[in-house]
């Protein structure tokens, strides 16, 4: 008797939080299933059914996709952001690394006085035009690297590696120092191989954020063609027409609707592929550190 | 007396500080790799952390670009920008506004990002659970741009899918981007939709972190699960729920610029103009960077104050903060 009681009661328990989970992924999977089928709606398709979450398989168009993959504005855009990425998270790697290693020795004469001075920017930020000004006396105005160096180190991100490398047995790095190994051979042959959950972890969150980036091109290139995908999309999402953005054909062509859900979801896609890659290091990743 | 105490003989304390600075430089010497891996960090930090610091000093004059941020002058009253922002008729409309979306957005999100992880813990079907856990991050690596994207498919009045539902049940589409009624619903429930599979993380390690010995004993005593809940699951991750609102009462001013400054438009500036897009539109658009600047300070001082009560608050209740 009493077993049964408790597990009618864990059963409508149960009912009761993966109907909730199973509600939950459904509202967030809804809108980005709805752009998809919105990017491969056919042209002048009008038997949409439920609400247009449904269209048939063999009903699915790829001409939004064609053109505007085969279009220069916008690979001239995806290539524009794949510079930025990449060398821009390669400079991040490059600045982060070494700084936050440093930093992370509790030996190293100085270290309070360092700490401070990574602390004071971290917790009072001079604002947006002071750093425009920095930017733009060091004529940087209308070149990649206005978008990469003023976030070149990202203090949170600094801080969390810190925190990982301090977390580093000392016997380990202490070995390698009386094999007479310099600290920059620990960092290389030892540190690093031992850190690569944080190093993906933190190289994924500059990459994310050098992909998205928009603010910052909206702020500092004012020359088209050096603009990114964010920017491009934008300015996509906010056309009536389309003629700018795709090679205009009158015969064969897709619907304004398709173009601008085709193009959200390829500026989606390469973070929506490498994310299942990374996601297995970064939940340990974020947690140290962010809030000790 | 006292001096003698306080100042000991000469000869000795030279022989220790010279001991002691030829102790320092050894080590500084044993460390130099250390110091020359740091040279890029620090000029970085020197140019684009500290520079613009020394640049904020427009916010004190009267910054004319052809003189140059040194060579302008000072304000007669110092303080003159601050007082004109603090009088200005914007100044409760942009105050108002960062505090009422910042508070909708922590005080509906939170119990959303609780309930879920408290779903994808105790929900027996693991693969289920880990499957929602993980779909449920991916909005948060998607830009504002994308989202508005998104937002334009979901709520556009004419084929946006919450219209298309309400013109079905034979109502008005209502323009949701464009309606100073709807308008800050939509910035709190997209940020809601980003947010708050990635702001589980913290509740559900919490979570993982709780002696499973509680339940075991609790269940032997006859506690249903949902006196489990309260009983054991609230009370172990109620050290995070009170750090993380008061990290995020301490950022209260961040109403959320990006996303703001990519879904707003001039129909909706009344209920969705915060600190932050004033500032860019005064400096960036009307060129009133010593203004902008100064509005800049004013936000940056105050959340500054803010964050330093948060966290010493934070770290008296449950012992940890941000720093």
Redesign the interface.
């Known amino acids: 008797m009493m077993n049964k009681a408790k597990s009618f009661?864990?059963i409508t328990?149960?009912i009761l939080?993966?109907g909730?989970?199973?509600s939950?992924?459904v509202?967030?999977?809804?809108?980005?299933w709805?752009?998809l089928v919105?990017s491969v709606t056919p042209l002048n398709y009008n038997q949409v059914q439920a609400?247009?979450?449904w269209l048939p398989f063999s009903k699915w168009d790829f001409e939004a996709y064609k053109q505007l993959l085969s279009h220069p504005f916008f690979l001239r855009a995806v290539t524009n952001s794949s510079i930025i990425t990449v060398g821009g998270t390669i400079i991040n790697m490059?600045?982060?690394v070494?700084?936050a290693?440093?930093l992370s020795?509790r030996?190293?004469?100085?270290r309070k006085f360092?700490i401070i001075?990574?602390?004071v920017?971290?917790?009072?930020?001079?604002?947006?035009?002071?750093?425009?000004?920095?930017v733009q006396k060091?004529d940087l105005i209308d070149k990649y690297w206005a978008v990469i160096?003023?976030g070149?180190?990202n203090i949170t991100n600094l801080?969390v590696m810190k925190a990982f490398f301090e977390g580093i047995p000392e016997e380990l790095t202490e070995a390698a120092r009386l094999d007479g190994a310099?600290?920059?051979h620990v960092?290389m042959r030892v540190v690093m191989p031992l850190s690569k959950p944080i190093l993906l972890t933190i190289g994924l969150f500059y990459a994310?954020g050098h992909?998205?980036e928009?603010?910052s091109a909206i702020?500092y290139l004012n020359d088209a063609s050096l603009q990114p995908l964010?920017?491009l999309?934008?300015n996509i999402?906010l056309a009536a027409n389309m003629n700018e953005y795709v090679e205009y054909d009158a015969f064969s062509s897709a619907s304004v609707?398709a173009i601008?859900?085709a193009?959200?979801f390829l500026?989606?896609l390469p973070?929506?592929i490498i994310?299942?890659f990374i996601?297995q290091y970064f939940?340990k990743g974020?947690?140290l550190g962010?809030?000790? | 007396m006292s001096e003698a105490i306080l100042v000991p003989p000469k000869k000795k304390a030279s022989v220790v500080s010279k001991k002691r600075l030829l102790r320092t430089w050894k080590s500084v010497m044993k460390h130099r790799v250390l110091y020359f891996m740091m040279i890029p960090g620090l000029i970085y930090f020197l140019v684009f952390r500290y520079l613009p610091l020394w640049n904020a000093q427009i916010a004190f004059k009267n910054f004319q670009p052809l003189l140059g941020i040194e060579a302008s002058p000072f304000m007669e009253n110092l303080f003159e920008h601050f007082e004109t922002f603090i009088n200005s008729f914007y100044f409760s409309q942009l105050i108002g506004n960062t505090l009422i979306l910042s508070l909708m957005k922590l005080s509906m999100g939170m119990p959303i990002a609780i309930i879920l992880a408290l779903c994808i813990y105790e929900s027996m079907y693991k693969r289920l659970a880990r499957f929602v856990q993980t779909i449920s991050y991916v909005p948060h690596f998607l830009s504002w741009v994308i989202m508005f994207g998104i937002l334009l498919v979901m709520l556009s009045p004419g084929e946006g899918l919450i219209n298309e539902v309400i013109k079905s049940t034979g109502n008005e589409p209502i323009p949701f981007m464009l309606s100073p009624q709807w308008f800050r619903w939509v910035v709190v429930w997209s940020d809601i939709w980003k947010e708050t599979g990635w702001g589980t993380i913290f509740y559900l390690a919490a979570l993982m972190a709780i002696d499973p010995t509680l339940f075991e004993a609790a269940a032997v005593d006859g506690a249903s699960r949902l006196q489990r809940i309260w009983f054991i699951s609230l009370p172990g991750i109620l050290p995070t729920i009170v750090v993380v609102t008061l990290l995020r009462l301490g950022s209260i001013l961040d109403a959320g610029f990006y996303q703001i400054f990519v879904l707003y438009s001039l129909p909706v500036y009344s209920v969705s103009d915060i600190i932050d897009t004033w500032v860019y539109r005064q400096g960036v658009l009307e060129f009133q960077f010593s203004m902008a600047t100064a509005v800049g300070l004013f936000k940056g001082a105050i959340g500054l104050a803010l964050v330093l009560v948060a966290n010493r608050l934070a770290k008296r209740i449950t012992g940890s903060g941000l720093y």
């Open positions: 009661d864990d328990f149960q939080v993966n909730m989970l199973i939950i992924l509202a967030v999977l809804i809108p980005m709805k752009v919105e609400y247009g979450l490059l600045l982060t070494p700084f290693y440093a020795n030996t190293l004469p100085g360092f001075m990574v602390m920017p971290f917790l009072f930020n001079a604002g947006l035009i002071p750093t425009y000004l920095v060091l160096l003023p070149g180190i801080l310099n600290e920059f960092l994310v992909w998205n928009f603010f702020l964010p920017v999309l934008r999402l609707q601008k859900a193009s959200v500026t989606a973070m929506v994310y299942p996601q939940t974020t947690l962010s809030i000790k």
